[in-house]
């Protein structure tokens, strides 16, 4: 597609409910990040994919957040449980380059609210 | 870990105002990127600027990598220019292309 898409734009979630967001990326990206931003805040890294494998979860907050690219493509971060603290905007990003940094086109995001 | 630091970290203009933005870092980065993030939410990708110069319209960018920082500059502005600009840096293993962002400079421009 011609930009990063994400879906859904917002989520409500009661308190110990799961939720699962997409992340559609450029065509053809090979890399793909997970963010979280905070209100106020920068966002902050979660994960990141190289085609369908996982090369770095260290922002992963807690083991309730699991990600997945099973075909190199579309990606689900998956946050089981949900707590108040999950509350956040979700955003997707990828690039075309891999192994050295490449300029990092950003979705609209999934903001979460956790009820 | 690296530090990103971002000022100021609000500011104010009268449309048509210049303004310069700073990001200093604490270490060796790989590179940078500056974005805008609208009212919306949206990230919008303003430069990939390792080091040098970059223009385009009425901002540009300058980052001097040995002196660890980068200047975003603003001629006049507009009010469509308002939002938080974020300076984000490659840093550590190239892997990763962990990005890390300061805290933002949230401009607001008035008519």
């Known amino acids: 597609g011609a930009g990063v898409s994400q879906s859904p734009r917002y989520k409500v979630a009661k308190r110990g409910q799961d939720v699962a967001l997409r992340c559609d990326p450029i065509?053809?990206?090979?890399?793909l990040f997970w963010y979280q931003q905070a209100l106020g805040q920068g966002p902050e890294f979660l994960t990141y994919?190289?085609?369908?494998?996982?090369?770095?979860k260290s922002g992963l907050p807690s083991d309730r957040f699991f990600a997945e690219r099973p075909e190199g493509s579309v990606s689900t971060l998956k946050i089981q449980r949900t707590q108040q603290e999950d509350s956040a905007v979700y955003l997707c990003?990828?690039?075309?380059?891999?192994?050295?940094?490449?300029?990092?086109?950003f979705g609209e995001g999934s903001r979460l609210t956790v009820l | 870990g690296i530090q990103v630091e971002q000022s100021p970290p609000d500011l104010i203009l009268q449309e048509g105002a210049n303004s310069t933005l700073r990001c200093n870092f604490s270490?060796?980065?790989?590179?940078l990127q500056w974005f805008h993030q609208n009212p919306w939410g949206q990230l919008i990708n303003l430069f990939y600027?390792?080091?040098g110069t970059k223009q385009n319209g009425r901002l540009s960018a300058t980052t001097v990598a040995t002196e660890r920082y980068s200047l975003l500059y603003i001629s006049s502005s507009q009010t469509t220019d308002s939002g938080v600009y974020f300076c984000?840096?490659?840093?550590?293993?190239?892997?990763?292309?962990?990005?890390?962002f300061g805290q933002g400079t949230t401009l607001q421009v008035k008519p």
């Open positions: 065509s053809g990206h090979v890399s």
């Open positions: 270490d060796s980065v790989n590179n």
């Open positions: 600027i390792p080091s």
């Open positions: 994919f190289q085609n369908e494998a996982q090369l770095d």
């Open positions: 990003a990828s690039s075309s380059l891999t192994g050295v940094p490449g300029e990092l086109f």
């Open positions: 984000a840096v490659y840093y550590g293993s190239s892997n990763t292309g962990k990005l890390i």
